[in-house]
């Protein structure tokens, strides 16, 4: 079963790629790695939630739009590389929360992206992840996902 069947099985579906909100594209290769762009949580031309964790939302809403950002990601990468079939392992996932100062489950809120990419990826989207607090991300997103993955 292909990544996009399985993302289908998932009742999810890739997104057009974002388009850049400043000076940069949605993923660069660079021999058999492919480096994505942050990933905020867009859908339909939209930001989902705006806000902090801790305070104008909860760990669970977090790893939502941690999933819709890895969702984003994934059509950069396939805008990148044609078809998902190519992707022959998720290498690294970086995730920022920006969440109030007391904030501490970043790594909560990175699951929603990690599984939803051990999903649709099984073992090869087991991956090496950095989940990370910040004072603020871009449009005022509560979650910013990126991604190294390795292709054929």
Do not use: W
Not at 91 to 102: D, I, L, R, S
Not at 128 to 134: L, N, P, Q, T
């Amino acid at each position: 079963m292909t990544p996009e069947q399985k993302l289908a099985d998932l009742g999810l579906e890739l997104p057009e790629v974002p388009a850049p909100v400043a000076a940069y594209v949605p993923a660069v290769r660079t021999g058999n790695l492919v480096y994505t762009s942050g990933q905020v949580p867009f859908a339909h031309g939209k930001l989902l939630m705006t806000g902090k964790l801790g305070a104008e939302l909860t760990t669970e809403q977090g790893a939502e739009m941690a999933a819709v950002c890895a969702l984003n990601a994934l059509a950069a990468l396939r805008s990148e590389v044609g078809d998902l079939s190519k992707v022959t392992r998720i290498v690294k996932v970086v995730v920022f929360v920006a969440g109030e100062p007391t904030f501490t489950d970043q790594p909560k809120v990175g699951n929603g992206a990690s599984e939803l990419l051990a999903q649709v990826f099984g073992e090869a989207g087991r991956h090496a992840r950095s989940a990370v607090g910040v004072a603020a991300l871009p449009l005022d997103a509560p979650v910013e996902v990126e991604l190294i993955a390795e292709v054929a």
